[in-house]
């Protein structure tokens, strides 16, 4: 990429009203067509076009802070993690919720596996309890659900992804663990200890090698997902870091900071291990950052209660002329 093409002034979506916790892409849907969800301490979570970052809708009914949203791949439905003690999954045609999952605690993180119309959803937070709920009986208003590996994780669970594998997903967790968990057997495979606070613990949507991207302190991790606990590099960096993203096919990946005094999107060498370019145009810390599916922008939400876009390919497109 020629230094020209890099920078790029960001698209900016505004309409939320507080910090931006989450973001989350669909695959690619027709042609060249994909959406982005973003989650908001404003309760309220919104659906956009993931190219122009044009609104499409707002998910109303949740009664506290979204701390995560995510679609599933083909973006017809869409789930949400509520400080108001429930998750919800939506229809994303009607906007209307449903399921409405009640928790006893804080609910941080959800997933759906990576097939269309999934019928599965997993649920993490303050219970520190993993989650599956069957979404299959439209008949019942509660959907059942069973806990897997009571009593293992002992921090919240902040965030939890599918592997390429439908059958193993991964967790990650206040107490600064990263597991691999095996549905069949109900129980962990593999973990791995990082260092510092976990941020994002996000799959890389730009190839289907499944590799998993985490940010902990001031070092991001890159695993191979589908082989519980095997890393393949982590790189130090002098930031505190919020949030990380991995485009394999260019072999880059892009970090947010994670203070007031590093509202910085920097872009790094996945091989050369440094930093290329450092972008501003945030007012608060990164929460959250990923890569279109189509590999050609990237987003990021933050504190300042945005979501941003930043092309990352040469030549047009989308909006950028």
């Known amino acids: 990429m020629s230094k ?11 309409g939320h009203s507080r910090p931006v916790p989450h973001i989350n892409f669909s695959s690619i849907v027709n042609e060249d067509q994909y959406y982005i969800i973003s989650a908001c301490k404003d309760m309220n ?12 809708g707002t998910f109303l009914g949740h009664k506290g802070a979204v701390w995560q949203a995510r679609l599933s791949s083909d973006a017809t439905l869409a789930a949400t993690a509520s400080a108001d003690f429930s998750a919800k999954v939506w229809d994303t045609h009607t906007g209307e919720a449903l399921h409405t999952l009640s928790h006893n605690h804080i609910v941080r993180a959800v997933a759906f596996p990576n097939q269309p119309q999934p019928q599965i959803l997993v649920t993490g937070g303050m219970e520190k309890k993993l989650r599956i709920f069957d979404l299959s009986s439209a ?8 806990e897997i590996g009571a009593g293992v994780h002992t921090g919240t669970i902040k965030s939890i992804v599918w592997a390429s594998d439908p059958n193993i997903l991964i967790t990650a967790a206040e107490d600064k663990k990263i597991r691999w968990w095996d549905l069949r057997q109900q129980s962990t495979i593999g973990e791995y200890e990082v260092e510092g606070a976990v941020g994002t613990c996000e799959m890389d949507n730009t190839s289907s090698d499944g590799t998993l991207s985490v940010a902990a302190g001031k070092s991001v991790y890159f695993f191979n997902s589908s082989s519980p606990g095997s890393l393949i590099k982590s790189v130090k960096t002098p930031y505190d870091i919020a949030s990380v993203a991995l485009h394999s096919g260019q072999r880059k990946f892009v970090t947010g900071g994670s203070s007031q005094n590093d509202t910085w999107v920097r872009v790094w ?20 950052v990923s890569f279109s599916p189509d590999g050609k922008l990237y987003a990021t939400g933050s504190e300042d209660g945005t979501v941003k876009l930043w092309k990352f390919t040469t030549g047009p497109y989308g909006l950028w002329k």
């Open 139 to 146: 008949t019942s208003a509660t959907p059942p659900s069973y």
């Open 269 to 288: 060498d996945f091989d050369e291990e440094k930093e290329l370019e450092t972008n501003k145009g945030h007012h608060g810390p990164i929460w959250s």
């Open 45 to 56: 979570p919104m659906l956009r076009d993931g190219v122009t970052g044009d609104w499409i």
């Open 4 to 14: 020209e093409a890099t920078k790029v002034v960001p698209l900016t979506c505004h």
